[in-house]
């Protein structure tokens, strides 16, 4: 008898594309244990925009999820994932575990992504209107190839 794997739920998306959100409402939904690297940050009083701490962060966070999926546990993992290669090794680990593994994309227009940020007036200092634009740039949206790979993907307008 083959034992049951959990599932590795990756919430990608812009800041301010409402990926706090929804990933709770999946959590409280499933059951699961979400991981949400701006939260630990806050709780640790480290600047959200310290990349080395956040990165450090993100690696005990996925050392967590690697001992909770073969667990049969749902891991919820909403660090905004913004490259294809970050989203290609989380799913490939999670494939090597025997879990499933989905991707779900939030997107949102610039403008409302920078709307929903400043009103919410978490980063310090406040991100600019040409941050965002920035961030628009270097995000690689998943396509249709990539999303193919996974176990099931979704994109939500949001």
Not at 21 to 28: D, I, V
Not at 130 to 148: H, T, Y
Request: charged content about 25%; overall charge negative; glycine content about 6%.
């Amino acid at each position: 008898m083959s034992q049951a794997m959990g599932k590795l739920i990756i919430i990608c998306g812009l800041p301010g594309s409402g990926k706090t959100t929804y990933a709770r409402q999946l959590q409280a939904r499933l059951q699961g244990v979400r991981l949400s690297a701006d939260e630990w940050m806050e709780a640790l009083s480290i600047n959200l925009w310290d990349e080395p701490q956040r990165a450090r962060v993100e690696g005990l966070q996925w050392q967590l999820a690697q001992q909770l999926l073969p667990l049969n546990v749902t891991v919820i993992i909403e660090w905004g994932t913004w490259g294809r290669s970050e989203r290609d090794a989380l799913r490939l680990r999670a494939h090597e575990l025997r879990a499933a593994v989905e991707l779900h994309y939030l997107k949102a227009p610039i403008d409302v992504l920078f709307d929903r940020v400043r009103r919410r007036g978490m980063e310090d200092p406040p991100a600019t209107r040409d941050q965002f634009e920035q961030w628009a740039r270097i995000f690689q949206e998943p396509n249709a190839e990539e999303m193919a790979l996974f176990d099931h993907a979704v994109t939500i307008e949001n």
